[in-house]
């Protein structure tokens, strides 16, 4: 379990009922909730988005829909439960999801079509972000487009070719990534 405070998260899952603003039944749509939560007056700079199944997302995730990772800023994006626990003084049965708390267990969801991420620091930054993916099998390819990312970390995570085949799994464009 990470927990952290101040941290930014929603989840993912086709086989969760979809909770408005935290959980949502694609990966399009937590990715856009990020990008417009890092463009809020007060946005997190830590993220999770945790997919909660085991299921296949057929998502283009490039293009138009790349994951954005501003200065100072770090998404998850990993295979995990998120639980609901009890509220604290609340009614009996009540429970919540805290941002901060997930579980990585017997998950392995997976990504079919290409995954764009884009780091938005300046290009002088001393605090670039930072995109995790841990616990995934992803078939297509990743793309660190150019930018300013100050680091990519994937953890239990197999890229595999493109459905199509000849593509690269893992494009670097990005100019000053780890």
Do not use: C
């Amino acid at each position: 379990v990470f927990q952290e405070r101040g941290v930014w998260q929603v989840g993912v899952g086709k086989d969760t009922d979809p909770e408005p603003g935290v959980v949502f039944a694609t990966l399009a749509e937590a990715i856009q909730a990020w990008n417009t939560q890092i463009e809020s007056a007060e946005p997190k700079s830590v993220g999770v988005i945790s997919i909660l199944d085991n299921r296949s997302y057929r998502e283009d995730l490039s293009g138009a829909l790349p994951i954005r990772i501003p200065e100072g800023a770090r998404l998850l994006l990993v295979a995990a439960g998120w639980p609901e626990v009890q509220v604290e003084g609340g009614l009996p049965g009540e429970t919540e999801r805290r941002p901060g708390s997930f579980e990585p267990r017997n998950l392995r969801p997976h990504l079919l079509g290409d995954l764009g991420v884009e780091g938005t620091a300046p290009p002088d930054s001393e605090a670039p972000g930072e995109f995790v993916m841990d616990g995934l099998l992803a078939e297509g390819r990743l793309r660190v487009t150019s930018g300013h990312l100050g680091k990519l970390t994937l953890r239990h995570t197999t890229l595999a070719p493109s459905p199509s085949g000849a593509q690269a799994s893992l494009v670097i464009d990005a100019q000053d990534s780890e």
